[in-house]
């Protein structure tokens, strides 16, 4: 296993963290801008993450490599039915070559320890199930469940 160190996402991070969406080959909106279309788009959308502390962006660094191997983005949402917050892990991406070494299980990790100091009643993520996290039940062994009563909606305001 790699040596991994979580830590707050920087300005720095930014091209490596386009290069990582980029490459998973999964939006291909992505795909088709160019390079520094993607790495404009990753600094405005940290930028509004980093406003307040209703968000939170991780990177995983490989400290063997020296490079950043994946990174995770939660949003803190409080709702009128729980206790305390939900928090939405909205993306999970940890670079291919990286996978399997233990970066989204660090990021994970470092997510519940925050959620927990937050006083959350719960963390929620989607995923594709034709997603490799998914097929080798990657959440599911982390202690997440698959709610099968529940559908996600989606409502398309901008085409991408």
Same mark, same amino acid.
């Given at each position: 296993?790699?040596?991994?160190?979580?830590?707050?996402?920087?300005?720095?991070?930014?091209?490596?963290?386009?290069?990582?969406?980029?490459?998973?080959?999964?939006?291909?909106?992505?795909?088709?801008?160019?390079?520094?279309?993607? *790495?404009?788009?990753? =600094?405005?959308?940290?930028?509004? %993450?980093?406003?307040?502390? &209703?968000?939170?962006?991780?990177? $995983? /660094?490989?400290?063997?490599?020296?490079?950043?191997?994946?990174?995770?983005?939660?949003?803190?949402?409080?709702?009128?039915?729980?206790?305390?917050?939900?928090?939405?892990?909205?993306?999970?991406?940890?670079?291919?070559?990286?996978?399997?070494?233990?970066?989204?299980?660090?990021?994970?990790?470092?997510?519940? *320890?925050?959620?927990? =100091?937050?006083?959350?009643?719960? %963390?929620?993520?989607?995923? &594709?199930?034709?997603?490799?996290? $998914? /097929?080798?039940?990657?959440?599911?062994?982390?202690?997440?469940?698959?709610?099968?009563?529940?559908?996600?909606?989606?409502?398309?305001?901008?085409?991408?």
């Amino acid at each position: 296993m790699a040596k991994i160190i979580v830590r707050g996402a920087r300005h720095e991070d930014v091209p490596i963290i386009a290069e990582i969406v980029r490459n998973l080959g999964w939006f291909p909106h992505v795909e088709k801008e160019s390079e520094q279309a993607g *790495e404009r788009r990753v =600094a405005q959308q940290l930028e509004l %993450l980093d406003a307040d502390d &209703s968000h939170t962006v991780l990177v $995983a /660094e490989d400290e063997d490599e020296g490079t950043v191997a994946g990174y995770i983005s939660v949003h803190w949402l409080p709702y009128m039915i729980l206790d305390g917050p939900e928090g939405y892990i909205s993306e999970l991406f940890v670079r291919e070559e990286a996978r399997g070494k233990g970066v989204g299980k660090a990021l994970l990790n470092d997510i519940r *320890e925050l959620a927990d =100091a937050k006083n959350c009643s719960r %963390l929620m993520l989607i995923s &594709s199930r034709e997603r490799e996290a $998914a /097929e080798m039940e990657f959440y599911a062994k982390f202690g997440f469940v698959e709610r099968p009563e529940m559908a996600n909606w989606v409502f398309t305001l901008k085409e991408q």
